[in-house]
Nanobody, 117 residues
Framework: QVQLVESGGGLVQAGGSLTLSCTAS????????MGWYRQAPGNQRELVAT??????TIYADSVKGRFTISRANAKTVFLQMISLKPEDTAAYYC????????????WGQGTQVTVSS
């Protein structure tokens, strides 16, 4: 069974920075896409950033220039967040998926990021 464990969330003032980490345990293929999504109360879960095995990245417009996604290997992904804004407050979820073979889609439990004004 694959589990994703996130860390690095917390409370920070506006303008501050945080780095989230996520590591997958268990067996997954080396070719996959890892990403971060977030969900604020009353809102739907939304994409923050994703990164493929070969380093292709996608960012939400709202975080471009402030957030950077990177990965250490097939199982570990980071999200560096700078110039945080109160509207970045949300639960952040790590995801790893492969739409090829073997197909899989796993989610972490989430880590809370709170940005005070």
């Amino acid at each position: 069974q694959v589990q994703l464990v996130e860390s690095g969330g917390g409370l920070v003032q506006a303008g501050g920075s945080l780095t989230l980490s996520c590591t997958a345990s268990g067996s997954i293929s080396s070719i996959n896409t890892m990403g971060w999504y977030r969900q604020a109360p009353g809102n739907q879960r939304e994409l923050v950033a994703t990164i493929t095995s070969d380093g292709f990245t996608i960012y939400a417009d709202s975080v471009k220039g402030r957030f950077t996604i990177s990965r250490a290997n097939a199982k570990t992904v980071f999200l560096q967040m700078i110039s945080l804004k109160p509207e970045d407050t949300a639960a952040y979820y790590c995801n790893v998926r492969n739409r090829g073979f073997p197909k899989y889609d796993y989610w972490g439990q989430g880590t809370q990021v709170t940005v005070s004004s």
